[in-house]
C-alpha cells in the first residue's frame, strides 16, 4: 500500500523533488501538498520578466492544475499549515484541515527580511518574493509616480527595472559602495551601476534608511510618502520595495520541536532531526549554509527524491553556484568565489569602447572565480572548468579569450583552429575529430563544406561546428577554398537559416530584436518570411526564457484557429488518438447549432472541423468546447496536429499491440509543442497499416514483437513512402525514441522545413545514430523535449477563454452610420 | 462645436492596438483596419486585400507594411498600394493621433466609392 507524503510548500524545490519521485517510484507515495499561496507551483525566478511585463503569470507556471490530477497529488491553495504533531505524525492547516504523514517534507521557503526602520510598517511598503508583492507592485506602478528600492542586490535590481519598465521614476538604495557586492568585484559593481543608471534608474550608493516617511490618507491608514536616509536627504516615494536579504522560514519545524539553526538542520541526505521529516529549498540549512540560487536547491530535491524512492545513500553536497542578473540587456556573470588573496593570480581582460570586463581568478593552477560584464557568452564554459576543478596550466596564455581560443595561443582563428591538437573534437555531434577531417582533405581531395560533410559527417547534424570546419579548410587548402554560397533566409538578411540557428545559440541570442541588431538585419523590423522563422528558434533554442512574439506569428497561430478565403475561421478540437465520446460529439453538435456554423467537415486526421465560425465567436466557441473537456487540436501550428490510429488489439482480429492507446499517449505527451513545420503521426495496429502510417511524419507501425518506428513520409505536394528508423520492444521506448527525434529536429529543422526534407538533408544515418542507437544522446534529446514541453502544454484555448488576447477578437470601435454622416 | 472638430471620431487609444499589430473598426460602409507599426506611427486602411480581399488586420505588421494572411501579398500602410511585382490598391483613410487617441476623419467614411 502507498505510504503518505505530505509536503508543505509548493516552491520550486519540492516541485522538482514530487517530479523525480514520481519518475523513479511511481504510485510508491500519496502526496498531499499545502500551499500557503492560492495558486500552483510557478517558477519564481521569472517574477522579474512578469513585474517587466515580458511574461505573464500564465506562462511561468511550472505545474498547471493539470499535474496534480495526472499525479494523484491532492493539492491545498492557501493552507497555510499552523502545526505539525510529531507524535500524531500529522499536520493541521489554517482552515482546519489535518492531514496525517508517514513522510514529510517540510518546504517552508524563506521569509524576506524588513530592515525595523520606523514606518517600515506602512501602506506603501513592499517585499519582493512571490506573485502577491509583484502584483500589489503592478498596481501601484499603474499609477505612476516614484519607486524607491531599498538593496541593490539581484532582487532589488531586478525589481527597479521591472518597475522602471512599468513607468515609474525609480531610484535604488545600497548600503554598500558597488552594487550586488557579494556577487561581482568592484569594478564589475561600477560597470553595472552604469549600466542601470543608462536605463533610467537612479543608483544612491553608501545610502543607510533611518525612516520611511508618511502621509495620512482619506482611507485612514497613513502612506508612504518618502524615504529619509541617515545624512537627512529625503527622497520622495509613492512606493517602497524592501529587497535586502532572505532568511529561512523555519518557525513551523521550531515550534514541533525540530533541530533549527539559521535554517532547518538537516543530515546529507536532507533528513531533519526527526529521520520521517526531510526539510528542502531554502528553509534548510546544511553543512552550516543555506541556500537561495536554485541550482542547490534542485540537488536538494533530487536528494529528498531518491531518499524517498529508498536510496538511502543519496547524498546532498553543495557546489559552487553561478548568478545571471536577468535585467534585459544587461550582461552579467558571476561564479566563485573572487576575492583577492595572496595566493590567488587573476587575468583580467577589459574592452573599454563595448564596456566588457572579464576576471578570471586562479589559484593552484585551478579557477576559483569568474565575474564577466558585458559580454558572458563563455560564461558556462569557465563555470565548467571552475566547477570540475579542472587543471587550466596548459590553457592558461589564452583562457580568458574564452573556449574559441583554448586550443592556441594565436588570435587568428584559423591559426587557432591548425594549432589543435589532432584529437581535438570538432563535431560534438557526431563525434568527428580534427585528424579525421583533416585526414578526409588530404586523401580524398575534400574542397567545400558538403564534401567535408558528406564524407566525415562533421558539421552534418546541428551545423555549430560549421565555423571550425570552415577554417580547417581553410587552414589546408588555403586560397583555394571558397566557402559556398548560403541560401539567405530572407532579403532583410545575408544569413542562411544554419547561421542564425548557430548565432542564436552562440551569441545568447534571446529577443528578436537584439538578433536583429546583433545580425545586422538589413530592416528595421525583419520582414513576414523572417519574423515567424525567428520567432520559432528563439522559442526552441530558449523553452521558459522566451516570451513568443504573438505579432511574429501567422495569424492562425496567433488566434489559435484557422482563416478561411473570406475571413472566417475554422475550429478544430483535438481528438487524441482520434477517439471521441458522445459526450464530445453532442457538445460540437450544441456549438454547430448555437453559432449557426455552416460547414462540419471529419478532417483526414480523424477529428471534426467546423468551418465559417466569426472571429469574435471564437472564444465562445472554445468556452463551450472547454466545457466538455475538449482542447485545440492545433490544426493551424507549426506543431503536433494529429495522431491517426486503428483500434488495434482492443477490437481487430489482426491488431498485435494497442495502438489506440499508444496513438493516445504520444498526442498526450506531444501536443503543444512546437515544430519547424506541421508534425503528422500514426500508430498501425498491424502491418496492414490501416491508419495509413507510412506516409507520415512520423509512424509506427505495431508487430507481434514489438514497434517498428517509420519516420520522414509525406503525402502532400511531394509523395513519399516513410523510411524505418528502427524497431523497439516496448512502448517506453517507442515513446522515448518518437520525442528524442521531434527533439532533434526541432533543434536541426529549418522553419518551414518538413521532417523528410529535414532528413534528406542531414542524413538519415546521422538521425538514426542519434536518437537509436546512442542512448546517452537519445536520453539528452527526451530530457530537453520534456523540459520545453513543460512551458509548450498549456491550451490555448483555455487561455483565451479566460480573457488573454482579448483585443484580437472585439473590434476597435464600432461607427454607426448617422455619426459617420455628420 | 464647430463641424470641424465634429469632422474626427475618436476611435480609440493608440495602445489599445499591439506594436505590429491592428484592429478592426466597423462601420457602415464596411471594416477599417487600424495598424499601429514598430515605431507607433497609426495607419488605416481598408481590411481588403486588392488581390482577393483577405482581412488585411489579420496580418502580419512589418515596418511600414503588412502581408496579407491569404497569399502573402505585402501591402504599403501609407500609400495602401501592393509591393513588388504585384498590383493593387487598398483605399487609406485619414487620421491623426493627438494626446495618444486616434482620430479618423469622419469625411473620409462618408465618401466610399464602393457603397
Redesign the interface.
Known sequence: MAQKLVVIGNGMAPGRALERLFESAPGAYEVTIFNAEPRVNYDRIMLSPVLSGEKTFEEIVIHGDGWYVQNGVTLYKGHKVVAIDRAARTVTSDHGVVASFDKLIVATGSVPVIIPVPGHDLAGVLSYRDLDDVTAMLLAARSGGRAVVIGGGLLGLEAAAGLRGQGMEVTVLHLMPTLMERQLDTTAGHLLQRAIEARGISVVTRASTKAILGKPTAQGSDRVRAVLLEDGTEIPADLVVMAVGIRPNAVLAKEAGITVNRGIVTDAGMRTSDPDIFALGECAENDGQVFGLVAPLYEMANVVAAQLAGDETAAFKASATATKLKVTGVNLFSAGDFAEGKDREEIVLRDAARSIYKRLVIKDDKLTGVVMFGDTSDGAWFFDLLRRGADISELRETLIFGPSYAGGAAQDPTAAVAALPEDAEICGCNGVCKGRITGAIDTLGLKTLDDVRAHTKASASCGSCTGLVEQLLKSKLGDAYSPAAVQPMCGCTHLGHDDVRRLIVADELKTIPDLMQALEWK??????KC??ALNYYLLATWPGAYADD???????ERVHAN?Q???TFSVVPRMWGGMTSAKELRAIADVVEKFNVPTVKVTGGQRIDMLGIKKEDLPAVWADLNAAGMVSGAAYAKGLRTVKTCVGSDWCRFGTQDSTGLGIKIEKFMWGSWTPAKVKMAVSGCPRNCAEATCKDVGVICVESGYDIHFAGAAGLDIKGTILLGHVDTEADAIAVIAALVQLYREQGRYLERIYKWANRVGVETVRAQVLDDLERRQALYARFVYAQKFAQIDPWAERVAGKDA?EFR???????A???? | MTILETAWIDIGAVDDIPREGARVVRTAAGCVAVFRTRDDEVFALDDRCPHKGGPLSQGIVHGHSVTCPLHNWVISLKSGAAQGADEGQARTYRLRVGEGRILLDAASLTCNPKH
Open positions: 530592416s528595421s523590423g525583419g520582414c513576414a519574423r515567424p504573438n505579432q511574429s506569428r501567422f495569424i492562425n482563416i478565403k473570406d475571413g483585443h473590434p476597435l470601435a464600432s461607427i454607426a452610420t455619426e459617420a454622416a455628420e
